[in-house]
Nanobody, 121 residues
Framework: QVQLVESGGGLVQPGGSLRLSCAASGSIRSIDAMGWYRQAPGKQRELVASTSTGGTTRYADSVKGRFTISRDIAKNTVFLQMNSLKPEDTAVYYC???????????????WGRGTQVTVSS
């Protein structure tokens, strides 16, 4: 059983900052890429940022220059530093990881349960 647990969400004023973290645990053989998605009410889930094992990062255009994704390989943890937050960043943020478990040879996508980020004055 593989689990992803997010933390760090909350309420913040526009222009403020939050740091999200996501820790993977369980029967993990290896982790390929890790990333963050978000979903606002009435909208599809969208990629916010991702990082590969080699350190390659990708960001949605809407968050470039404001968000930074990082990863602690040894701790199976990924972070999302969010600065200069805007009301349009309000969403449930989900951690995602491509994980090869001991129960499945191929990589599978795993999702956390999400953490709410609300940006409001």
């Amino acid at each position: 059983q593989v689990q992803l647990v997010e933390s760090g969400g909350g309420l913040v004023q526009p222009g403020g900052s939050l740091r999200l973290s996501c820790a993977a645990s369980g029967s993990i053989r290896s982790i390929d890429a890790m990333g963050w998605y978000r979903q606002a009410p009435g909208k599809q889930r969208e990629l916010v940022a991702s990082t590969s094992t080699g350190g390659t990062t990708r960001y949605a255009d809407s968050v470039k220059g404001r968000f930074t994704i990082s990863r602690d390989i040894a701790k199976n943890t990924v972070f999302l530093q969010m600065n200069s937050l805007k009301p349009e960043d309000t969403a449930v943020y989900y951690c995602n990881a491509g994980i090869r478990s001991f129960r499945s040879f191929n990589s599978n996508d795993y999702w956390g349960r999400g953490t709410q980020v609300t940006v409001s004055s």
